[in-house]
């Protein structure tokens, strides 16, 4: 039977690999509802034409008449807008992935959010903003939420079914980015172009510079403690440079399963967009004799203090992890606009926490999505305020 599918953000790199498996998966497997992208009308009109989905929205209304024009002669139906995006997300579908980037996709995933279907996040910050509210509201929809950053989805594949009482932690791995071997003296040089330098991954340019930060690996934590219901000293980090095991789930009787793959993100998606079946990618296979090592190091959080500063953020509550994660989307957009230095980034984050946290401007849990937005506004005023004083 074919299974309905959304894909919110299919223009950008999670939304087009996803897009990808379903070309590959034999005819009417999938069939497409809803195609979304926020700006690159271009891509969206290729995309759309190619996969005739019901409806194509382009989430800024100013675009809207040139996605028209650009599908006009197909029975797409065009829309534009945030409440287009919301709508489009609310169709019925049996799978819906959620892969835009930052606080934007925060609307659109709750109202994707439907009794007996399933929603892949690949948007972390519904979890890291409102991750008590968003999980609470997708069990009472009666919503199946499945990760698809690799570090979650290798968690979930290694969690044996009915033993979550019996994990002792469990591990994410991350590459340490493209400067793990720099010091911290170096690091005050970093271009836009070596922070864009992944030496692993492909991905966009936000989730890159997190990945340089490492705040990608602390967002990942809060994302984690959230969807496996864990206290924080139950998620450790390592530096694992040859990105092949991508999780761990380590049990109280000493036992770790591990989750091994290419750093291929076609693998998560395609154990979601499956799930609870299996299906084939074009992953390379792994080739362990050829890797012939694996490493393992403790991240060094002198070098990038974004890993603790989110620890703290966690500790204090959805109101924090919402504020960590507006202020560090405007911090890193300053870096790649080279309005600011690289180490900057993790400052103003810091900085704008203490000054929010002094100011008890931070509720240790949401009583909706509403409140989630809310202090994301406060978080990136009080950055862009601070911003200023740099130039100043």
């Keep these: ?29 999938f069939e497409i509802v809803a195609l ?27 675009l809207t008449d040139d996605l028209r024009d650009a599908l006009a ?4 139906a065009v829309a534009g807008g945030s409440d287009a995006l919301t709508d489009a997300a609310a169709r ?9 980037v930052g606080s934007a996709g925060l609307r659109a995933s709750v109202a994707a959010l439907q009794k007996d279907s399933i929603l892949a996040i690949a948007n972390k910050e519904c979890l890291v903003c409102a991750g008590d509210y968003f999980l609470d509201l997708a069990r009472s929809r009666g919503a199946q939420v499945l990760p698809v950053d690799s570090e979650h989805n290798a968690i979930f594949q290694a969690i044996y079914p009915g033993h979550d009482r019996h994990i002792r932690r469990i591990i994410l791995t991350a590459s340490g980015g493209p400067f ?8 005050k040089s970093v271009t836009r172009a070596d922070a864009l330098d992944h030496p692993v991954w492909s991905m966009g340019d936000k989730i890159s510079i997190d990945s340089a930060t490492l705040m990608n690996k602390g967002l990942e934590v809060i994302e984690a403690c959230r969807l496996f219901n864990l206290p924080p000293d139950k998620v450790d980090v390592v530096v694992h440079r040859q990105s092949v095991i991508h999780g761990l789930v380590e049990y109280i009787d000493g036992s770790i399963l591990a989750q091994m793959g290419s750093p291929d993100m076609r693998i998560p998606i395609a154990s979601t967009l499956a799930w609870p079946e299996r299906m084939p990618t074009p992953a390379d296979p792994l080739d362990l004799a050829a890797l012939s090592r694996l490493d393992f190091e403790t991240p060094d959080e002198n070098r990038f203090p974004a890993l603790r500063i989110a620890r703290e953020a ?5 109101g924090a992890t919402a504020a960590l994660n507006a202020a560090n989307e405007v ?18 984050v810091s900085a704008c926490l203490e000054e929010m946290d002094a100011q008890a401007l931070l509720p240790k849990r949401f009583a909706g999505i509403e409140d989630a937005l809310h202090i994301d506004e406060l978080a990136r005023k009080c950055v862009s305020r601070r911003m200023i004083r740099i130039h100043a």
């Design 1 to 29: 039977m074919s299974r309905r599918i959304s894909i919110l953000g299919a223009t950008g790199s999670v939304g087009t690999a996803t897009l990808d498996l379903v070309s590959r998966a034999e005819p009417g497997q």
């Design 36 to 62: 979304t992208a926020h700006s690159n009308v271009a891509a969206l009109a290729e995309l759309a034409r190619a996969y005739q989905p019901e409806i194509a929205v382009i989430a800024d209304a100013k």
């Design 73 to 76: 002669g197909t029975d797409i």
């Design 92 to 100: 019925p579908v049996d799978w819906t992935m959620a892969a835009i």
């Design 180 to 187: 793990r071997d720099w010091s911290l003296q170096k690091m």
């Design 314 to 318: 966690l500790l204090a509550g959805e």
């Design 331 to 348: 911090a890193v957009a300053a870096f790649l606009d080279e309005q600011i230095g690289f180490l900057d980034i993790s400052d103003l």
